[in-house]
């Protein structure tokens, strides 16, 4: 019998000189279902993309230039995972439409690649509706150039959601008088703390506080390593997932 061997998923990089793109880089040459066609970074033409044949982008650049990246790859017929931060919600809409125009392509852009990030927000956003108030406080290494993290800015939005939906009154706080950025900002009605650090990766803590009592919901990145499991998932499924997918917990079955 002669055994029918599927091609492998044709994978292109964005930032592959970066701290993140370096390690996409190993992970998916490491990959016997996934081959590297294309490693490109800041300079590099995008046409390369289109020449290079690649089925999946990975983009793993800068905010500045995501967009542009991802826009490039919907319109040439590519599915995208994006790792990169910077997408508010006006870029969001614009990604939307130009994917209503491009119905099977797919496009997920996750905050966090690291499962137990994914899996920590998840739980803290349907805890955060039993407790009075919350507050966020992430933690990375001082070369990153965005605050606060789109990881805390995803679990703000998720955690707001889950409040808003059981009417959970506002985080109780007296503060009349502050110094600037004193109570971190306000993403969503949930203050978020960011605090860069030598010798951190990515980590963050959720604090829930009710009478007497506080839950913290605590993820830690010690290496980007812990990124790749998730990656990879992304670069695996994103071709079943045509539209917009925001977080990776749209790609598991978490059954929250
Ligand atoms: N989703 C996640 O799990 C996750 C994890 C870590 C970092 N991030 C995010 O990923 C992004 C990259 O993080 P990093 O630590 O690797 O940063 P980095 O600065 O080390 O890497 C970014 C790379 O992109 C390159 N670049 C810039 N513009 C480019 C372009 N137009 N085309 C190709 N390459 C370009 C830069 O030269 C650089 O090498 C950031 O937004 C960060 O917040 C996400
Ligand atoms: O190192 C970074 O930069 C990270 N960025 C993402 C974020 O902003 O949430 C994910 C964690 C690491």
Redesign the pocket.
Known sequence: MIEQLSAPTRVAV??????????AVKAVEAASDLMLVAA?????S?DQLATSGADIVVD???????E??VRYAVEHGMHAV?????WDSTRIAALEALLAAHPETGVLI?????LG?VLASAFAAKASKYFESVEIIELH?P????AP???AVRTAQLIAAERKAADVPPSPDATTSELAGARGCDVEGVRVHSVRLRGLV?HQEVLLGGPGEQLTFRHD?FD?AS?MP??LLGVRNVAAHPGLTVGLDGYLDLGL
């Open positions: 964005l930032g592959a000189s970066g701290r993140m793109g370096a390690e490109l970074g800041r300079g590099d995008l793993l650049t800068v905010p500045e230039s995501t542009a990246n994006v790792g990169t931060t910077g996750a905050p966090n690649f690291a990030s290494h070369e990153k150039v965005d993290s789109g990881t990515a990145s980007r990124f998730g990656v």
